[in-house]
């Protein structure tokens, strides 16, 4: 850690401090100096520590902007009032007005330390966007490899096809690649290795041949030499040669049959192998040559080395290091994963050494400055080797959650590169940047949108939260300014897109603000209330100033209690928007593009273009808050509520039209169930094999795979292994029964909502008859499998809770369905008509005389005191575990009424001092 030393000779001193009045010079010093914190020297802190621990003062010294900008202009030359105008407001994060030596410390060595950061990451290479190249091959792409002395790349598919690009990636030729062995169609690839000091390439096939091509051949791609006659087919292949010497060189093998062999080539520039006297005249005749003439030494120029330590395991990589003089391989077994086979000299054999590596690895890459070898391993691991000790590695790199496919060292930047199906990351291994959307303050964040220029952020606030990906320079990033301002009334909670320009924003009153994402303006709203939209800049600031002192709560998304939901400020909460994009220019034409779900149960359909609420409906009766998806092609609609049931809706055919009333009718209910039992949190459709799988997750500890008759396909996790291949298949039959089902359960949720009295308010109860009928309903869609019984996660989670029931975000349900939840409510047996014994009948046959007779006239009843033995209070009536979790429910309760007036107060007192 240091500080930047600057003097102050290098800047030509000026009278008195620059002003705003001097706009030209000073735009003209902001473009050639750095920022003010950067230029300060140590001498200028010690200056500003004088200031604010002047002799004299007592207590601490404290500054306003403008104290602070006048005194620290004053001494620190040159300087602007609008440069320390800027650091005083960085100093100042929690905008309180005031800063002093501590704040300004605290800033300084904060900055030094995102300096640290920046310079650890500035070797850090910025990646490009994905570029996708032509798709010329027609098969699996077997090799890649780059040409230096024709600065092009090579691309190999297994049929034969050869791609030649030029450094600009562009395709300049394709070339199919024979031999005269086999036909064309029976070809096969294997692996491709550039032999680049005689610009050559080798190719091998699956018939145990390797062909060698000359790159500078007038016919195109001609084969110079055939080599067959090979023991196994060769799967991998290396080539290195002497750049002293190029006479020099070696050619590695691996194949399937475990070896790894090499030919040394001692005269390469010349030949790199005998031409036989048989062999026919002319450049361009194929020389045909047999392995076991290599062997043999019959071959002058060239000579063999091989050993077969792997035994029988295909070897999956080979390479010669010159730094050590010796063959590195590799395989996927746990027995002899790596080894390394030193030559000796004068003498044609090898000398190994082996690594076991559990699990196997699928590739490596050898160092030769820091002597070190990293494998990428099976085991989700890349490990860092001495080559002189087998034992154990020098270094384990964790992070991968998938197999690791290949490692890369970058040698000039000491980087280690490692790829999986997962992630790539580099050997640095930090966080990059960290973004401060709540300055420092705990927020409640709703959505995280990545766009191509930004970052957005929201949730707790009526403006959106921005970071612009073009001011990711710094390790901590503030955010930048939203250029449209403040256009909702309450907090925004969800967000959504529409390439190309076109972003939609809901809030927690149930209002939707059209944007243009690319000039940050907003052009539309939409609201519940037809009477309310506004499309005139001069209307929002009306409405802004009528609503200044409004109440306004918290957002709080699916982290509120249905009795929370109830409330009339939430019912029409919006917690997500969806495009419909599958309907292109759909809105032209009068239909609905936007779906939008919240509070109370409801799903709506909007039209952007015409500002139009198209239809609305309830999806789930009484269930408060409610999540969504939709498929890719917009033909299905899944929704799910805080009591774990799912809904799959048909939307193909609705609400494409033009419509002056609003539709009420709901689309067509094809399948309602329930995998959880406990709020849904999250929904995706998934597509496999044309048939479309639904994902959920739910505060119940469980991730639930299932299709779109209801049927639980596997929970992840459990402890029994699943496939999706072996879900049960759904014959047309079995869809009719579906629709049917779908039909009746559409009716039931219209008599729903016939018995409920107001929206919102509590649904009326039914009869027993009618309750018990819908639970034997519900019942033959319902498909579910205990993640508590069922799962390693759920075991575990039940063994640490015990018998406490965890609900959704740590809150509890404050209806019928939160703290009673868990009691089993069954259906109550017939009671058989009984005959009245005749003591009931007559009592006076029985009991007048006897009571008359024995008992006395001034008869005193004792007290209740005197005759009670134990208080009868709710702690003897009902078990230790409701009462305590009900005394946490109204705690809870308390807890978040408070807090919601004291935020409110608040906001209040900020719009009155607006």
């Keep these: 850690m240091s500080y930047t030393n600057l003097s102050l000779n290098d800047f030509q001193p000026s009278a008195g401090c620059l002003t705003s009045d001097r706009t030209e010079d000073t735009a003209a010093m902001k473009n050639v100096v750095e920022q003010l914190e950067n230029r300060l020297s140590i001498y200028d802190f010690m200056k500003m520590q004088e200031i604010f621990m002047s002799p004299g003062l007592n207590g601490r010294v404290v500054m306003t902007r403008e104290e602070f900008t006048e005194q620290m202009c004053a001494v620190i030359r040159p300087s602007t009032k609008e440069e320390f105008g800027e650091m005083f407001d960085k100093i100042d994060l929690t905008r309180d007005g005031i800063i002093d030596w501590d704040k300004v410390t605290s800033f300084m060595l904060l900055d030094l330390n995102e300096k640290d950061e920046r310079m650890r990451s500035s070797v850090i290479p910025q990646w490009k966007n994905l570029r996708l190249l032509s798709p010329i091959h027609k098969d699996i792409i077997q090799k890649v490899t780059f040409l230096k002395g024709s600065s092009c790349y090579l691309t190999v598919s297994r049929n034969g096809l050869l791609g030649v690009w030029g450094e600009n ?65 060769v799967i991998c292949m290396d080539y290195w040669y002497n750049p002293h010497d190029e006479n020099e060189a070696i050619l590695t093998l691996g194949d399937v049959s475990g070896q790894v062999q090499a030919i040394s080539f001692t005269t390469a520039l010349i030949s790199l192998f005998e031409r036989p006297a048989s062999s026919p005249e002319g450049e361009e005749a194929t020389v045909t040559i047999n392995w076991q003439e290599l062997v043999s030494g019959y071959h002058k120029c060239c000579y063999t080395l091989k050993h077969k330590l792997h035994y029988k395991d295909w070897v999956k990589q080979v390479a010669y290091s010159s730094s050590f003089d010796a063959f590195i391989s590799s395989t996927t077994s746990n027995v002899n994963t790596l080894v390394l086979a030193w030559r000796e000299k004068l003498k044609p054999r090898l000398k190994t050494t082996s690594f076991d590596i559990a699990r196997g690895i699928n590739a490596f890459d050898f160092h030769s400055r820091l002597n070190l070898i990293a494998t990428a391993g099976i085991n989700h691991r890349v490990c860092l080797w001495n080559p002189y000790i087998t034992s154990k590695p020098a270094g384990v790199l964790q992070g991968h959650s998938a197999s690791v496919i ?49 970052i957005l952020v929201t949730g707790w606030d009526r403006i959106i939260t921005v970071f612009r990906l073009s001011n990711l320079t710094q390790f901590f990033v503030l955010p930048a300014e939203w250029k449209g301002g403040v256009q909702h009334q309450d907090d925004i909670l969800c967000a959504a897109f529409l390439p190309p320009h076109t972003l939609v924003t809901g809030s927690c009153g149930g209002e939707i603000v059209v944007w243009n994402n690319s000039t ?26 009528q609503l200044s002192s409004a109440r306004r709560m918290s957002s709080r998304r699916h982290t509120m209690s249905v009795a929370d939901f109830y409330d009339t400020e939430c019912n029409n909460a919006i917690t997500k928007l969806l495009f419909l994009e599958a309907r292109k220019n759909i809105s032209v034409t009068g239909g609905a593009n936007l779906v939008s779900c919240g509070g109370a149960g409801y ?11 198209m239809a609305e409906f309830e999806a789930h009766s009484g269930a408060g808050s409610i999540i969504m998806t939709i498929d890719k092609m917009s033909q299905y609609l899944i929704t799910g509520d805080l009591a774990g049931w799912v809904k799959i809706w048909n939307i193909q055919d609705y609400c494409l039209g033009s419509s002056e009333n609003k539709v009420t009718q709901p689309p067509r209910l094809i399948r309602s169930f329930q995998p959880h039992n406990d709020c849904v949190t999250y929904l995706e459709i998934c597509v496999r094999s044309s048939c479309l799988l639904i994902l959920s997750s739910s505060s119940d500890c469980s991730i639930v795979l299932s299709d779109v008759y209801g049927t639980t396909i596997g929970i992840f996790g459990q402890e029994e292994h699943w496939r999706i291949e072996n879900a049960p298949s759904h014959h047309k039959g079995e869809q009719n029964q579906d629709e049917n089902m779908g039909q009746r359960e559409e009716k039931d949720d219209v008599l729903k909502k016939k018995e409920a009295p107001v929206l919102g308010g509590e649904p009326s109860p039914k009869p027993p008859e009618q309750a018990i009928l819908g639970m034997e309903d519900k019942e033959e869609s319902v498909n579910m499998i205990s993640p508590w019984e069922n799962t390693i996660l759920g075991k575990k989670y039940k063994i640490q809770k015990g018998k406490k029931h965890k609900f959704f975000n740590g809150k509890t349900m404050q209806n019928s369905t939160g703290t009673f939840r868990s009691l089993n409510i069954g259906a109550l047996e017939d009671v058989v008509e009984m005959n009245k014994p005749d003591f009931v009948l007559n009592p006076d046959k029985y009991f007048r005389e006897m009571t008359e007779e024995k008992c006395p006239e001034n008869l005193k009843l004792p007290t209740l005191s005197e005759t009670l033995k134990a208080v009868f209070d709710e702690k003897s009536l009902f078990p230790k575990e409701i009462l305590d979790r009900e005394q946490k429910a109204r705690q809870l309760c308390e807890q978040m009424c408070n807090e919601g007036k004291m935020k409110r107060n608040k906001k209040q007192a900020k719009m009155k001092e607006k």
């Design 169 to 233: 990636l562009k395709l300049q030729r394709t070339l199919q690649v024979t031999t005269e062995a086999i036909k064309l169609k029976e070809l096969w690839v294997t692996t491709l290795v550039s032999l680049a000091n005689v610009n050559k390439i080798a190719i091998a096939f699956t018939n145990k041949e390797i062909c060698f091509y000359d790159l500078n051949s007038k016919q195109g791609l001609s084969c110079q030499y055939r080599l067959h006659g090979l023991q196994g087919t």
């Design 406 to 454: 290949a490692v890369q060292f970058i040698t000039e930047q000491k980087q280690l590169f490692s790829f999986s199906e997962d992630k790539i990351w580099d050997f640095n291994g930090h966080c990059h940047h960290k973004l401060s959307v709540g300055r420092d303050r705990a927020v409640d964040i709703s959505q995280i949108m990545v766009l191509k220029r930004t």
């Design 520 to 545: 940050e303006n907003a052009y539309l709203k939409m609201y519940l209330d037809p009477q309310k939209s506004l499309k005139s800049k001069s209307d929002t600031l009306l409405l802004q100033q």
């Design 603 to 613: 799903v709506r359909f909007w039209n952007t273009l015409k500002s139009q609420l």
